[in-house]
Nanobody, 112 residues
């Protein structure tokens, strides 16, 4: 069956960096555009980033543009989100999305 498993979340200080990974299985990953979303406590889930099937095209929410980078490795069926200059307001559960499915999410907490 389709599975998306996120990892890499944790606690980081403001200004720090963190990389998330999403391992996909159960579908042809190389044919699926992938997205990252996040949901902060008490807020709706929001779009963070998009990457095309080949990785040639990426899109970012304005709130993370210039700080986050999305990449994918079709040989390993993984998509990653590299986060730099993290802010307190980046605290959220981060989810990957693809092929109409969602992962279980990974918690990112930015705090001093």
């Amino acid at each position: 069956q389709v599975q998306l498993v996120e990892s890499g979340g944790g606690l980081v200080q403001p200004g720090g960096s963190l990389s998330l990974s999403c391992a996909a299985s159960g579908f042809t990953f190389s044919r699926a555009p992938m997205r990252w979303f996040r949901q902060a406590p008490g807020k709706e889930r929001e779009f963070v980033s998009f990457i095309s099937t080949t990785g040639d095209s990426t899109v970012y929410a304005d709130s993370v543009k210039g700080r986050f980078t999305v990449t994918r490795d079709n040989s390993k069926n993984t998509v990653s989100l590299h986060m730099n200059s993290l802010k307190v307001e980046d605290t959220a559960v981060y989810y990957c999305n693809g092929f109409g499915y969602w992962g279980q999410g990974t918690q990112v907490t930015v705090s001093s």
